[in-house]
């Protein structure tokens, strides 16, 4: 009876850690969607081309734009398949590191599918003659702008377009690829796929 007294129900402990570690892992998502992507595509610019001697004629951030999927859902996918919230500092992970985070993860898309909703419901056909009025939600979040503006052309292409693009959509992306990332990591994908590819190779073919 006085066990019973003073047990704490697990069901409010574990959501009261659910929180925090969804907020970080929501956190990771958009950090590698607004700044891991970007800072991913200068180094290419800036270490491999040179290197490979590649010859581009589109600016670091047109080709981003271009490649707005790649650039941030293989990052993004990897980033939840290595388990990237365990290089996080003690400090914030060691509270809530258990299968809290196991379960937070496979709920990392929510928020930014929640945000990128949210936007779409509000959507309002633009008003400027310049970047047309007959566009759906879908196609202004997901037809992804190929060219940013810039200081000598700011009208290259819609500027709040290209924004919401890349604050709403890419975030979007990179929530669902962590999740996948994770999934898969808990799976243990590869390791199933490297397995199944040796056993083929050892197996010896059977002779009719």
């Known amino acids: 009876m006085v066990e019973d007294s003073i047990t704490v129900p697990k069901a409010k402990t574990t959501w009261l850690g659910l929180v925090p570690a969804l907020a970080l892992h929501t956190t990771i998502v958009y950090t590698f969607a607004l700044q891991i992507s970007m800072v991913l595509v200068g180094r290419w610019f800036a270490w491999v081309v040179p290197v490979l001697h590649v010859s581009s004629s589109v600016p670091p951030a047109d080709w981003y734009l271009q490649h707005l999927e790649v650039v941030i859902v293989i990052p993004a996918l990897l980033a939840g398949y290595i388990n990237v919230v365990r290089f996080v500092p003690a400090i914030f992970g060691r509270p809530f590191w258990d299968n809290r985070f196991d379960s937070a993860v496979t709920w990392a898309w929510s928020i930014p599918t929640l945000v990128l909703g949210y936007r779409m419901l509000l959507y309002q056909p633009p008003s ?41 959509t890419a975030p979007f992306y990179a929530g669902v690829a962590y999740t996948l990332g994770a999934l898969a990591s808990k799976r243990q994908l590869l390791t199933k796929l490297c397995t199944f590819e040796k056993q083929g190779e050892t197996t010896p073919p059977q002779e009719p």
Do not use: C, E, H
Request: proline letters at 7%; aromatic letters at 12%; hydrophobic letters at 45%.
């Open 128 to 168: 400027s003659v310049l970047f047309g009025t007959s566009m759906t939600a879908v196609k202004y979040f997901f037809d992804i702008q190929r060219v940013s503006p810039t200081l000598s052309n700011p009208l290259a292409s819609d500027p709040v377009r290209v924004w919401a693009q890349m604050s709403v």
